[in-house]
């Protein structure tokens, strides 16, 4: 069917122009102060074509083809050494190293990879270590799993925060940016806090385990929550175990009970185990906790399209993913 052309002298007839035309363009600061629904212009700070819908400046979508995420990596905690009969505390594991960064661009259609690194298994016994907390890894920002205690039995494990000494032992390094040191010894026979977030593990006090390092407090779900937290360090014949950091950190033991766990998806380190002089048994130490990698976009570009089954939430205008297990997310 043939077409009809309507002239009318508000409207603007480009119908039969071939070349292109020129929309006001500025920075953000240049926007129009009374701006009306729908003005468009281009934007040279964002280098993006936008619209006014009455409330507020949106891009178009159509000729963009990316959109940025705020996201945070935790790493698995470490896990602790066991203890043996007749044995001083131990120094506990570190926390899980972690990365938080905001305003980073995906593209649209990519599928991006999500690891989410487990929590290091605590020794089962006296006769062996404990074994480092896993990597998690989001971009290509990688958050480096805790350190172990009892790596060379006295010496922490160098980790995302380091693990903690035992008696003149040294604590092992954190990762720069990721996480602190665990204490080292003073020739006590309580063993060291391993490494927080935000602090260094604490050195025993005589027979009592030192603390664990504090972990750090993020709101990225819109709550504040603290992640990796430092494991406590044992006490020695019934002395008290040291604290775990806030954060998710396992509390040491003073009695030659097993150090506890670091919380699940809080990337804490696992508490010591306390040794007695009478004797006592073998015991294991504290486990590491899992690790967890939660992304935040704007609901608007949330595509939907995941693996992994993420809990999905939202806050405001975003949407929040938070893996607790390795999978993937479209953009």
């Known amino acids: 069917?043939?077409?009809?052309?309507?002239?009318?002298?508000?409207?603007?007839?480009?119908?039969?122009?071939?070349?292109?035309?020129?929309?006001?363009?500025?920075?953000?600061?240049?926007?129009?102060?009374?701006?009306?629904?729908?003005?468009?212009?281009?934007?040279?700070?964002?280098?993006?074509?936008?619209?006014?819908?009455?409330?507020?400046?949106?891009?178009?979508?159509?000729?963009?083809n990316e959109y940025s995420v705020d996201y945070l990596v935790v790493a698995g905690g470490g896990g602790s050494i066991g203890a043996v009969p007749f044995s001083a505390g131990y120094g506990a594991a570190g926390a899980g190293g972690y990365i938080y960064e905001t305003n980073k661009t995906l593209q649209k259609g990519v599928n991006y990879i999500v690891t989410v690194g487990a929590g290091g298994a605590g020794a089962p016994n006296g006769n062996s270590s404990g074994v480092k907390g896993e990597d998690s890894q989001f971009l290509t920002s990688i958050a480096v799993g805790g350190g172990l205690s009892g790596l060379s039995v006295n010496n922490g494990g160098d980790g995302g925060s380091g693990g903690g000494a035992r008696q003149s032992g040294f604590g092992g390094n954190g990762t720069l940016g990721q996480g602190f040191a665990g204490g080292s010894g003073n020739g006590g026979d309580g063993g060291c806090g391993g490494g927080g977030a935000s602090q260094a593990g604490f050195s025993q006090s005589g027979n009592t385990g030192g603390a664990g390092g504090a972990g750090v407090s993020i709101s990225i779900t819109g709550t504040s929550i603290t992640y990796a937290g430092g494991g406590g360090g044992g006490g020695y014949n019934f002395s008290a175990g040291g604290n775990g950091g806030a954060g998710g950190g396992g509390n040491g033991k003073g009695d030659n009970t097993p150090g506890g766990n670091g919380t699940p998806n809080l990337g804490g380190g696992g508490g010591a185990t306390g040794g007695i002089a009478s004797g006592g048994s073998n015991v294991a130490g504290g486990s590491g906790g899992s690790g967890v990698v939660i992304l935040r976009m704007s609901t608007a570009k949330y595509s939907g399209t995941t693996t992994g089954s993420p809990t999905v939430t939202t806050d405001g205008s975003d949407t929040i993913l938070t893996y607790t297990s390795s999978g993937t997310y479209t953009a």
């Open 1 to 64: 069917m043939a077409t009809t052309k309507v002239n009318h002298p508000d409207l603007l007839d480009l119908a039969s122009d071939t070349g292109a035309t020129v929309f006001p363009k500025g920075t953000t600061a240049e926007r129009p102060v009374s701006p009306e629904a729908g003005y468009i212009r281009f934007n040279t700070t964002d280098n993006v074509m936008e619209t006014y819908d009455g409330t507020e400046w949106l891009t178009l979508d159509t000729l963009v």
